[in-house]
């Protein structure tokens, strides 16, 4: 029933994604400076919002770990980092392309991408170190600590942007950069179908993971005997 | 104040223990001597690169060295079930924790003391014309790295490829205090003294060292007990 609702929500997100992408093909005229690939920009800022939707998720969920001692909760963090990873990924990516177009390289060396690239690998190394600790309730205390701490470290990471020289555009939704209200909404309205997906994803996920926790349940239950 | 003594006596004994055998200590010394040299090959030595970029390689060095540091930091009470010993004594984890921290943070300096004349030398660099500035950036900057190198320490104590987790996980969240160091870093070795913008990434430097080490005095129950 669960995974019912779960897919039919995915058939929703990917028509509704479909109908924006129509919609911004179609519907939208070019950009005056850029042309058409300013069209990356209603993926690449609703995919970083979600990215970091994601990892705000995992921090509540590892503090909820560490409260309760509910494995539940070590299994919404993993797999909303796992999923922040996968749309964190996309930012940089779509940023890149974007980028060998605008600026004729694909990397700079600007704060914004090099901050946007620490976090994904300290989200990564959180990956890492699951995989190095055996015992379920170690690994999702451990994990929790390092969950937080990655989270700490996050603010750091981009309040330097301000001292640092960018050539990144500046935010448009916030700050000084300025856009189109039609953009804008368009950008908005692409993030709802994005952040669906990301929903279902976690869910999708936190469902294998508990399948998985039966499986080792078993597995000790026959060791057992 | 009991718990001040507390700290005290970790750290002394980790001191002790360390000065005795030098192990840690040997390695990387030698380890940040090597790497020194190394540079001299990625780069030509000349006075005008070396100014641009010595900040840059002196906290390389540093985070490298650290490293190896961190690592024995838990690891060495692994031997004999020390580390349960130490968890059952009366002293509290954040006392043991800001201890080991504390050594680490004394080894670390010692380490920073010696590389600095060392990469005077070899790069002709005159060091020492800022050298309250400079002292004060190193201090701050080296308990960062001591505070959040211990916690990962106690981390990774117990996991598969300890000595390569450390280093994978602890110097991503180094980077803006590794950062800060650099930029105060290089301008000092060049004898400029601090101005207005500099003051900017001495304030992230206080921020960095104050913000990590409540957390990871709040966290380090959880890491080593649960």
């Not at chain 1, 609702?5 to 924006?20: D, E, K, M, Q």
């Not at chain 1, 509910?70 to 963090?77: E, G, Q």
Request: aromatic share 12%; proline share 4%.
């Amino acid at each position: 029933m669960r995974e019912k609702i779960l897919y039919s929500l995915g058939i929703v997100a990917a028509l509704f994604l479909a109908r924006n992408i129509w919609k911004m093909l179609v519907g939208l005229p070019d950009e005056a400076f850029q042309g058409a690939i300013f069209r990356v920009i209603f993926f690449h800022v609703p995919a970083a919002f979600t990215c970091f939707a994601c990892y705000l998720t995992a921090l509540i969920a590892s503090i909820s770990y560490l409260k309760s001692k509910n494995l539940k909760w070590d299994s919404l963090s993993v797999s909303a980092t796992e999923v922040g990873l996968a749309f964190g990924a996309a930012n940089l990516v779509s940023g890149m392309i974007w980028a060998r177009i605008i600026w004729g390289i694909w990397w700079t060396w600007d704060w914004r991408l090099t901050s946007s690239l620490i976090c994904w690998l300290l989200y990564a190394g959180y990956l890492v170190l699951r995989r190095a600790v055996e015992e379920p309730t170690e690994r999702a205390r451990l994990s929790a600590v390092m969950s937080i701490l990655s989270f700490s470290v996050v603010p750091f990471v981009f309040f330097s942007i301000k001292w640092f020289r960018t050539q990144h555009p500046q935010p448009v939704l916030y700050g000084e950069g300025k856009m189109d209200s039609a953009y804008r909404s368009m950008l908005y309205i692409n993030w709802i179908p994005l952040l669906m997906i990301a929903v279902i994803f976690v869910a999708v996920r936190m469902l294998q993971e508990k399948r998985q926790r039966e499986i080792d349940a078993l597995r000790r239950t026959v060791h057992a005997f | 104040m009991l718990f001040f003594r507390q700290v005290a006596t970790v750290a002394a004994k980790d001191l002790r223990s360390e000065l005795r055998t030098k192990e840690a200590l040997n390695a990387s010394l030698s380890f940040a001597l090597v790497i020194l040299l190394l540079f001299s090959f990625a780069f030509s030595p000349t006075s005008d690169m070396t100014r641009e970029i010595s900040g840059g390689l002196l906290w390389l060095v540093f985070a490298f060295a650290g490293a190896l540091i961190l690592n024995r930091s838990f690891a060495r009470e692994l031997e004999n079930d020390c580390l349960d010993a130490l968890i059952s004594s009366p002293v509290s984890s954040p006392a043991l924790f800001l201890g080991k921290a504390l050594a680490n943070y004394v080894l670390l300096l010692g380490i920073e003391f010696v590389c600095l004349p060392v990469f005077g030398v070899f790069y002709n660099v005159s060091w020492a014309q800022q050298l309250p500035s400079l002292a004060l950036v190193l201090v701050l900057a080296s308990w960062g790295v001591s505070v959040v190198g211990t916690v990962f320490s106690a981390l990774t104590v117990n996991m598969r490829l300890r000595e390569l987790m450390l280093p994978m996980l602890v110097y991503p969240i180094l980077i803006p205090c590794l950062m800060a160091a650099m930029q105060l870093t290089t301008p000092l070795l060049a004898g400029e003294p601090l101005t207005g913008d500099l003051f900017a990434w001495l304030r992230l430097l206080v921020g960095f060292d104050i913000i990590f080490t409540a957390l990871a005095v709040v966290l380090i129950d959880t890491v080593l007990i649960g």
